[in-house]
């Protein structure tokens, strides 16, 4: 999916998102946050022979692993920004919840690159009907939770049309969420445009499973890119 008009941005923000009617208790202040979500490295899990790879996979591979260390940057560094801004308009964050975000290592995105073989059993777990292209990566973005599960619990003054208007009774990860996923979007148009990245997406819009994933796309170089068949 490639991005050429900043339309497309507001266009998914309409389409996307699912809605899980679990909650999570409650939960306090900023500091602590902020010192270790600055020090947390990528969450990059590879599922990938590199002794196997062709020079162009091997070329693609090195772009995807830069693109998941980018946006993971920037993601924390918004996240960290909407946190400050959060504490000193709408509502404290509590300890507790500092402690399990840190403790659950829930303050990255979680990315998983795969091939071959293990893509497709990747994609047999997730239950995905997608045949992928052999000399292509499958690449698994997952929000931290508790974005990925409780993407609808707050930011109703933002996009989207199933977020509840929690009132500032609870910590409102709805808001989160729709602050930072259009740096997911902007990252992955500036890659698709500038990097020649080609992302595939596999799972279909506004189809998302959160203990799982969020996105899954089938990443080539524009160059080499090919219609996908499973070798």
Same mark, same amino acid.
């Given at each position: ?97 500092? *402690? ?6 829930? =303050?990255?995105?979680?990315?998983? /690159?795969?091939? $071959?073989?293990?893509? @497709? &059993? #990747? ?33 109703? *003054? ?6 509840? =208007?929690?009132?500032?009774?609870? /910590?409102?990860? $709805?808001?989160?969420? @729709? &602050? #930072? ?51």
């Amino acid at each position: 999916m490639r991005f050429t008009n900043p339309n497309q941005f507001e266009k998914i923000r309409h389409l996307e998102g699912f809605k899980n009617p679990e909650d999570i208790w409650d939960v306090k202040t900023y500091n602590e946050i902020k010192s270790e979500i600055e020090g947390k490295l990528p969450n990059i899990r590879e599922m990938v022979e590199e002794q196997k790879l062709n020079a162009e996979t091997k070329r693609c591979l090195d772009k995807t692993r830069t693109f998941c260390a980018e946006l993971s940057e920037k993601f924390k560094q918004t996240f960290l920004t909407l946190l400050e801004q959060y504490r000193s308009e709408r509502h404290q964050i509590s300890q507790k919840i500092v *402690d399990y975000l840190l403790e659950k290592n829930f =303050d990255l995105p979680y990315f998983t /690159i795969a091939y $071959g073989k293990d893509a @497709r &059993e #990747l994609l047999e777990e997730y239950d995905l009907d997608f045949k992928t292209n052999g000399q292509n990566l499958l690449l698994v973005f997952q929000l931290p939770k508790p974005l990925s599960r409780f993407w609808w619990k707050g930011g109703a *003054d933002s996009w989207g049309n199933f977020s509840e =208007d929690v009132q500032n009774a609870v /910590i409102e990860w $709805g808001h989160f969420y @729709r &602050e #930072l996923m259009p740096v997911v979007w902007e990252e992955q148009g500036r890659y698709e445009n500038v990097n020649g990245l080609n992302f595939y997406r596999v799972n279909e819009i506004g189809e998302h499973n959160p203990k799982k994933y969020y996105y899954v796309w089938e990443v080539s170089e524009w160059e080499n890119r090919n219609t996908s068949s499973e070798n």
